[in-house]
């Protein structure tokens, strides 16, 4: 069995990643082939030990370089669920595959994108994150989706192949969809509104609330908020709450980086990965 | 009055110092002119995200560069006693200034030196870390000077200058001290005993028992236990106890790195660094 499946190719990923290795473990890493966008876009970086003055990029290059030196590979496969199962934890891929393992590192960052009103009120009645996982619930419905990334272009396409109609809400440029039942709009949604189940969007137009009618909503971003990932995890103001060796509330899953909290910087992000592959080594030593 | 104090120029006080400038924040870093010996011999450094495999000697001139770049000097003098005052801090030096400043990031790793037995128990009792401060105390007596470094030298020189008799205790090579009164032996103590106060050191020899009866035991080494350091500092098993915000139990002191326990890795002590430099700019905001 695996020893950990770490979640997330930020730092805090990575300085797990390099720290399992280092330990000898067994473990999978899920994450971006671009690692992180987060990094990729920082302009500069002034405070972390041991790099002066680097951007993004250059950072990205130098941790892709590591992780090739440590023949670690990143694996670009989306993760829908991690389930704390006692002593070991199940994560389902996108792929519908289920690993097990005796860890897991949750290292998935914070999400860039603020939650939409109403979207945690209405997750699993109505809200999902995961078009090939709750699309066959809406043939012939009305959908809308919003998306953060160009990457998701074919889950949106899959949506429109199942459903009536497909409201496309793109969050970035060039957004490409081309089928006749796809109607796309560039205004954020301000609510998710419903009774029991979401019964539309609205939408604020200089002052004026309008609303579209719909039978779902699908949001599809980088990274799932953490208690939408794991059920059951304690979380407080939206961070994973984590202890000083990175354990969760669950047993076996560990957290680090932005996802724990402020301050959203990679010096603690590195620190956090290091400390939790540590008490990760030692918790599977003990089994 | 400063924002802050850093002690410590090991990867966690660089860390923090980085961060504070970044922050616009005031501060001091005191530590030693090479940054850090345990650095420095450390042969590969793997698992530190950004730097591939580098070595010590090259991590740490990466760091100076990049101090050299935020114009961060690092002050080489001693700190003898760290003083929580309520809403200031303030910081006794070796050469007799005390400074005052809102904080202090405690970052002073852990001693590479084990305690002697008797040590901590007779601390203050004829045990000292500091010649300077208490050598006066054994004019015409008889003393025992353990060195862990050829930097405290003329330490030794001072207190063969006051006492009658100097045994030195040298834990490195090519020792070098001339004065009549001086006497080197090469062993390790293994008790400092005594009733109210230290009467001598034990050593064992063949597994017999040998005493030198001294009238005190100076202790010279890089850096001294937290708690010898700051009176009233909440430790556990030689660790300073923190919370996630890096606090310690003291108002307005912090400490991050080594200093706070276990894995002592570079990766965690940036990471530390980051999270007190942080939660020090935030407590200095309120004020």
Known sequence: MLDCIV????????????TLRANG??????????????????????NYPGLSSVS?????????KQLAGAEITVENERINGVFAMGDTV??????????????????????????????????????S??????????KDKT???????????????????????????????????????????????KEIYGEKRVLGVAFEKKGERE???????????????????VGGLETAEGHVVVDRQMRTNLKGIFAAGDCTGRPYQYAKATGEGNVAAHYVSAYCAKK
């Open 56 to 64: 993004g990029a250059e950072f990205v290059v130098a941790l892709k």
């Open 7 to 18: 979640i997330g190719s930020g730092v805090a990923g990575i300085s797990a990643a390099l």
């Open 129 to 138: 994150y995961c078009a090939t996982c709750d699309g066959f619930l809406y």
């Open 90 to 127: 199940n994560v389902a891929l996108q792929n519908g595959e289920i690993l097990t393992a005796k860890t897991v590192i949750l290292a998935c960052g914070v999400e860039s994108v603020k939650q939409i009103e109403g979207e945690e009120k209405f997750l699993g009645r109505g809200v």
């Open 143 to 189: 959908i809308m989706v919003v998306s953060t990334s160009k990457t998701f272009e074919h889950e949106v396409a899959y949506l429109a192949g199942i459903a009536k109609k497909v409201w496309f809400i793109p969050l970035y440029k060039n957004a490409e969809i081309e089928a006749e039942n796809v109607e796309k709009t560039v205004r954020m949604p």
């Open 25 to 46: 473990k067994s473990f999978r890493l899920f994450g971006s082939p671009n690692l992180s966008e987060k990094i990729a876009r920082a302009e500069r970086i002034e």
């Open 211 to 229: 609303e579209i009618a719909v039978d779902g909503v699908f949001i599809l971003k980088e990274s799932l908020p953490p208690s939408a990932l």
